[in-house]
């Protein structure tokens, strides 16, 4: 390399801009739009409108909590119980039993993998950008939910394997976990004042994460339209809000009695 | 009828690419309240340099907003506390009597200090290199309406085209992102009808350099805050949408893959 020349020398340009990254050798197209951050944003905002979609469903199916017995064929039932065994028979003369759930399944498995690879590598890439000032800095756009994505998404995680352990695999030993017995087994968990709280602060995180998720997310995917754009953060707090309401009234429910099991509503009409 | 001002400076001092820097505390005594920001530092030099000590460097040149070439973080807040002001349009009527300043550099791992309150900034001339050439015909003006441009476009793309190149959206971002810088530069030649022949290889272009250097947005808004013109992040969800299309439409052509 030629020794730098007297401008470059008080500049100090060509001195010590690197890149921080190497540009990576090109994948054939739809693959190489993973390569870049700004196609990364893009698939988290994608990947975020499906968690999005399934959050908002998953509420409103548990909203039948709320229902308490139902009678259905004769027999006294819980409406969640039956609901989860509608959701098994989802389209079932086009698929099998719980294939269309499984699908769905699959769907979201990978939707979060995407979702949280993304997540993880511009939050490398963001964290090698090294903008640490010495002196206190002031914010004044940036939000505790903008800034703490990255936390609450952990979080969220953290809580979904909980969840899960906790009412579908049923590996909490202090309820007794039954398969199918949905209403019982909320009833179970949610009593513990612990888990309850659990669940609580957890939809306190989703619903932040939510606040500024939606809000990015139109930036991301270029949904842009200077009259509407302040109605992109009504929804994202409307959504969260809806998120937070319903989320979090189950755990309270339970712990107030509103929600409970008992057994002896059960069983065939007299 | 100025009043003056006595103030207290902590100003970022490092001698050099590779040296250890370090806050250095300075009176800034008898200060005229009509003073701009860098006329306020240009008198702590000549003190300085009573002293026989070697002068704050810090970045300017056309000293009237329009250069991009000032810019520096004042109390944690880049281009201080005025909104849509560049450094050098600061006034010290904006401060108070007593008050401690402190100054420090843009901080970015793709904006190295050379000396002092001085980065440098070459990386934003790389996403601009990229970008490619125009054609600028010299000689008479072009007739007026030749090229029908609505009022409307003409209208956005002049607020892109407002960008000085100053960083101090690269310096406020929390990501170190050139997002704002960037997406100003695209809009201001891809909303034009000139500038339609290399819209999309161009974008594909300037975002992949920009992001070899930068950090990734997460659409905090701290750029506009900082930006002396404003620059609205409306141009950053404008890239996005044209860098996605670019990726298929550049594929599209002969002979690409
Ligand atoms: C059901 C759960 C989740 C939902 C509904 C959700 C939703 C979203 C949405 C809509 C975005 C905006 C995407 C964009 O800006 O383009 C986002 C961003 C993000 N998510 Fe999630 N997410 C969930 C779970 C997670 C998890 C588990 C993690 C991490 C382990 C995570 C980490 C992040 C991060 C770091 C961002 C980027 C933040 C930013 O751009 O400011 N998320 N999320
Ligand atoms: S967008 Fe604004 S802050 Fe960024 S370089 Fe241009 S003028 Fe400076
Ligand atoms: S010195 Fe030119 S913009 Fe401030």
């Not at chain 1, 969640?80 to 499984?102: G, Q, S």
């Not at chain 1, 590598?121 to 963001?126: A, E, G, K, P, Q």
């Not at chain 1, 888990?195 to 139109?218: D, E, P, Q, T």
């Not at chain 2, 300017?60 to 880049?78: K, L, S, W, Y």
């Amino acid at each position: 390399m030629a020794a730098p020349t007297a401008t470059e020398k008080v500049t100090g340009a060509n001195s010590a801009t690197r890149p921080i990254r190497p540009r990576p050798k090109r994948l054939p197209f739809p693959l190489s739009l993973y390569q870049t951050a700004v196609g990364k944003k893009w698939v988290m905002a994608v990947t975020g409108i499906a968690l999005l979609g399934f959050v908002l469903f998953h509420m409103f199916g548990n909203l039948k909590l709320y229902l308490g017995v139902i009678e259905e064929n004769g027999e006294r039932v819980y409406d969640v119980d039956i609901y989860a065994e509608y959701l098994r028979d989802l389209l079932v003369p086009l698929f099998p039993r719980t294939w269309f759930l499984w699908l769905l399944r699959f769907g979201l498995i990978a939707a979060f993998g995407l979702h949280i690879h993304a997540a993880y590598s511009l939050t490398r890439l963001n964290l090698a950008t090294n903008n640490a000032y010495e002196s206190k800095r002031d914010w004044l756009a940036a939000n505790f939910a903008s800034r703490s994505m990255r936390y609450t998404g952990v979080i969220v995680l953290a809580y979904l394997i909980f969840h899960l352990a906790d009412l579908t695999w049923g590996w909490i030993p202090s309820t007794d976990w039954e398969r199918g017995e949905v209403q019982a087994n909320v009833v179970n968990s949610l009593s513990n004042p612990v888990v309850a709280i659990i669940y609580i602060v957890a939809n306190v995180m989703l619903a932040v994460h939510i606040f500024h998720g939606v809000y990015s997310m139109f930036q991301s995917l270029g949904i842009n339209n200077p009259r509407y754009n302040q109605l992109r953060r009504y929804l994202a707090a409307g959504l969260a809000a809806v998120i937070l309401v319903g989320n979090v009234s189950f755990p309270i429910a339970v712990l107030t009695g509103l929600i409970d099991y008992d057994p002896s509503l059960l069983g065939p009409v007299s | 009828m100025s009043t003056k001002l006595n103030l207290t400076l902590s100003v970022w001092r490092q001698p050099g690419p590779e040296a250890r820097g370090q806050f250095v505390t300075y009176p800034a005594n008898g200060i005229p309240d009509d003073a701009s920001f860098l006329e306020m530092l240009d008198m702590v030099n000549e003190q300085l340099i009573e002293q026989g000590e070697l002068p704050i460097e810090f970045p300017h040149d056309c000293r009237e907003g329009i250069c991009g070439t000032c810019g520096v973080m004042i109390n944690g807040r880049a281009h201080g506390q005025e909104r849509g002001t560049a450094t050098c349009q600061l006034h010290m009527r904006k401060f108070s009597d007593g008050d401690t300043i402190v100054i420090e550099p843009w901080r970015a791992a793709a904006f190295p200090v050379v000396r002092d309150l001085v980065v440098d900034r070459s990386p934003l001339d790389k996403i601009i290199e990229a970008g490619g050439f125009i054609s600028a015909p010299t000689g008479t003006a072009p007739d007026a309406n030749e090229i029908p441009v609505p009022k409307e476009v003409a209208d956005s793309a002049m607020d892109a085209a407002a960008c000085i190149g100053c960083g101090a959206c690269v310096a406020a971002c929390p990501n170190s992102a050139a997002q704002l810088f960037t997406s100003a530069k695209l809009w201001h030649l891809n909303s034009l009808p000139q500038g339609q022949a290399e819209r999309f290889r161009r974008t594909e272009a300037m975002v992949e350099t920009m992001e070899s250097f930068f950090g990734s947005c997460t659409n905090h808004g701290e750029c506009t805050e900082a930006c002396p013109k404003e620059i609205s992040q409306d141009f950053i969800a404008y890239m996005n949408r044209d860098y996605m299309k670019s990726l298929v439409y550049n594929r599209r052509l002969a002979g690409q893959r």
